[in-house]
């Protein structure tokens, strides 16, 4: 579409908009999501968008930035405490991943989260952390860890004639392989290998086996036991232990946001900054 069509096509949006039967917030919303498109399709060419905007909306476009501006306001107050928090949290900037290029770098993830929940790295959150990971994975609670020197947490480990796992973790009573999937499906009968080496190495202990992807991930093509984590449930069980001050909650604030983006919950910046769509999907 050329520029004059796209600006025909605007001029009918705006022509076509009745106010009157639509309410305020949404008809501001749209109005918004249509500007913001505007831009991206004008090649970001900021002065044209802004003087179509100015004539076909309004003169004073920082009205409208007012009333959005009030708007999210009333619906942070609308919120808990918990959960302001947590959005505070995604807004941390930048993210961990992103200013380097590796948001769906399966590798990163890998090594991250091996670090997070060992208690010999981050000592501060690693215990809570691992412990709501090990329910995700369906592990009960009277076979998690009492002591964190009871905690092993490996990550690309070899496995003979079975390949290499993403993460191995290792407490007195249960035996976890994670497979770890961002952009990429299930290698031919993978989990069947892994299972099987779980199997011959667990011993005693109870095992788990878990698929880690993103949210719209594809599930595993083996039918052998285990547990399908999504990165959004993920986020949504440690979020709330990246609120506290400290090195650790701020590590693992800026890590969360990057799952975020990822999973499509948030936009880079603050939430002031984000689309209408990601700050109400977070």
């Known amino acids: ?113 091996a670090h997070l929940m060992d208690p010999h790295r981050s000592p501060a959150l690693a215990g809570s952390l691992l412990a709501a990971f090990l329910s995700l994975a369906g592990v009960p609670p009277e076979s998690q860890p009492e002591a964190s020197s009871d905690v092993q947490v490996s990550a690309e480990c070899w496995l003979p004639g079975a390949g290499r796992v993403d993460l191995r973790i290792e407490v007195p009573r249960a035996l976890l392989f994670v497979e770890i999937k961002v952009d990429a499906e299930e290698g031919l009968d993978q989990l069947k290998r892994y299972y099987s080496a779980l199997e011959a190495t667990r011993g005693i202990r109870s095992g788990h086996l878990v698929f880690l992807t993103l949210p719209d991930g594809e599930p595993a093509k083996s ?13 949504r069980v440690w979020l709330p232990h990246a609120a ?34 990601r700050q109400n999907q977070a």
């Open 244 to 277: 506290p001050t400290g090195q650790e909650a701020g590590y693992l604030a800026r890590y969360l946001k990057s799952v975020a983006v990822v999973c499509g919950i948030c936009g880079q910046g603050q939430f002031e900054d984000w689309g209408f769509s």
């Open 1 to 113: 579409m050329n520029r004059d069509d796209y600006y025909h096509q605007v001029v009918r949006l705006w022509t076509t908009s009745k106010e009157p039967k639509t309410p305020r917030v949404d008809f501001y919303r749209s109005v918004a999501t249509k500007w913001t498109s505007a831009s991206v399709a004008l090649e970001r060419d900021n002065d044209v968008a802004l003087a179509l905007f100015r004539r076909l909306v309004m003169a004073n476009p920082d009205a409208l930035r007012h009333r959005l501006l009030g708007f999210n306001a009333a619906r942070r107050r609308r919120l808990t405490r918990r959960s302001r928090l947590a959005i505070d949290s995604l807004s941390v900037e930048p993210d961990l991943l992103g200013p380097i290029n590796e948001l769906r770098y399966e590798p990163a993830h890998t090594q991250i989260l």
């Open 223 to 235: 039918t052998v036991p285990h547990e399908h984590v999504d990165f959004l449930t993920l986020l």
